[in-house]
């Protein structure tokens, strides 16, 4: 396959811009220049020469000479913007804005498709683990039973100094936003919204099916109370967010919330910054993805793949929605939750199929029980501040429908 040069066009030049420039100044082998960069504010200080940096996006949207923009900012409806107009221009795109490939997943391919450009964004789903091109390439032809794993690092290391280094929240989170792992709100990591953004971006290529962002439920670690931390520690577990979808017949399931895990479990040792996907096939059964999932040089990294990747004119071929499979997403799914609430706020407990413990205490209440996504979707005292919602540690789900436990223990 031919190489070509390739000039670029950059926006961005924060945590993950700066650390691609860096990437790139490290890596001989790779024809790649960048001609300009485009930032927000011209009296930052920067690294670079002033000539390199400009605030006008069409500086880098007209120039003919540049034939891929990096679109690398912290504003989705910018950066929609940005590459938008990017395609229509025929330029090639390599993007690591999960939220804005999400909201407008069908559109972006819409445009590929009609200005025959390509759009690439390894970098949008857990940084460093190549995780998009193996399920376009690898996992081509094997049949993907489930995936899942931890898909945000700045969660997965404030919940790690909360449980190895008995930090409080806040200063965890104060840390990651230090170390350039949170998201500019973070509000989308700790709610759950970064990993759903992922979620469906995976379920895409994994499964072939497209689903809007508000179709998929996210639980937060925001809520997780200090009594939550006791009663895992006193068992001897640690909470980790996890993102799982899994295919059962002709539906998919796919969520984002958080679990118990124990010390057998793969994701028990899985810490700070790092992120982890299992993935389950039919035929090659489980493989384990760790490694970085934020941080200036590994999300730099995975940009730098694509920019090299469309040094070869690699594109997705989005395989197994093009199978034209008939795979429907699906909600009917129900699971074993530990729920947690403060005195004063109330729990409907109907809502539950079946309750296997309940504590109420002095200043705190717990249960265990299954309930249906779709119930806690409905209710309003799960949105509550003083209520806390985790998966049990071997927490099966079932959908609802078919009413068989559809994981092996060992798995998740
Ligand atoms: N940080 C991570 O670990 C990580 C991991 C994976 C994916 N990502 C994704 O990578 C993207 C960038 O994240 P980041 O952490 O690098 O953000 P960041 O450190 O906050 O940097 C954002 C950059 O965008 C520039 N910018 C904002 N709005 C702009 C606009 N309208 N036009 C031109 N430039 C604009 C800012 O300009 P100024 O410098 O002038 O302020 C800044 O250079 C986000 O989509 C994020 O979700 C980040």
Redesign the pocket.
């Known amino acids: 396959m031919s190489k070509k040069k390739i000039r670029l066009g950059v926006?961005?030049?924060?945590?993950?811009?700066q650390g691609l420039y860096h990437v790139l100044e490290q890596t001989k082998g790779l024809e790649a220049e960048i001609v300009k960069i485009?930032?927000?504010?011209p009296s930052?200080e920067r690294e670079l020469p002033s000539s390199y940096f400009t605030t006008q996006?069409e500086e880098l949207l007209n120039d003919d000479k540049i034939d891929v923009i990096v679109e690398?900012?912290?504003?989705?409806e910018?950066?929609y913007h940005i590459v938008k107009e990017a395609l229509q221009k025929g330029k090639g795109v390599v993007t690591?804005?999960?939220?804005?490939v999400a909201e407008n997943f069908k559109e972006l391919i819409f445009l590929q498709n009609q200005y025959n450009v390509p759009l690439l964004y390894e970098?949008?789903c857990c940084?460093s683990i190549p995780i998009i091109r193996n399920l376009e390439e690898y996992y081509d032809n094997d049949l993907l039973n489930g995936m899942d794993g931890i898909f945000n690092?700045s969660t997965n290391y404030i919940l790690s100094k909360i449980f190895q280094e008995n930090k409080a929240f806040e200063s965890a989170l104060k840390e990651a936003q230090e170390n350039?792992?949170a998201?500019?709100d973070p509000t989308l990591d700790i709610e759950g919204f970064d990993p759903k953004y992922k979620l469906c971006i995976i379920l895409a290529h994994a499964f072939g099916v497209f689903v809007k962002p508000e179709q998929i439920a996210n639980f937060g670690i925001h809520k997780i109370s200090p009594h939550d931390i006791l009663f895992a520690q006193e068992k001897g577990l640690k909470i980790k967010l996890v993102s799982k979808c899994r295919k059962i017949g002709d539906k998919v399931f796919g969520f984002v919330a958080p679990q118990f895990v124990d010390k057998d479990h793969y994701l028990f040792n899985v810490e700070n910054e790092f992120n982890s996907v299992a993935v389950e096939g039919a035929f090659s059964e489980h493989q384990l993805f760790v490694g970085k999932g934020?941080?200036?040089y590994p999300?730099g990294s995975a940009v730098l793949s694509d920019i090299s990747a469309l040094t070869y004119n690699y594109r997705y071929e989005y395989k197994k929605h093009n199978q034209n499979t008939s795979l429907q997403f699906s909600n009917e799914i129900s699971f074993e939750v530990y729920v947690s609430w403060s005195n004063g706020t109330k729990i409907n407990l109907d809502d539950f199929e079946e309750i296997s413990e309940k504590f109420s205490g002095a200043k705190i209440n717990y249960l265990i029980g299954r309930i249906k996504l779709e119930t806690l979707r409905k209710t309003e005292w799960v949105r509550s501040k003083d209520t806390s919602l985790i998966l049990t540690p071997g927490s099966k789900v079932n959908f609802v429908e078919e009413k068989e436990d559809i994981y092996d223990k060992d798995f998740v």
């Open positions: 926006f961005g030049f924060g945590c993950v811009g485009c930032i927000k504010n930052k996006k690398l900012i912290d504003d989705p910018a950066a690591a804005n999960k939220k804005m970098g949008s940084a690092g350039g792992f998201e500019t934020a941080g200036s999300t």
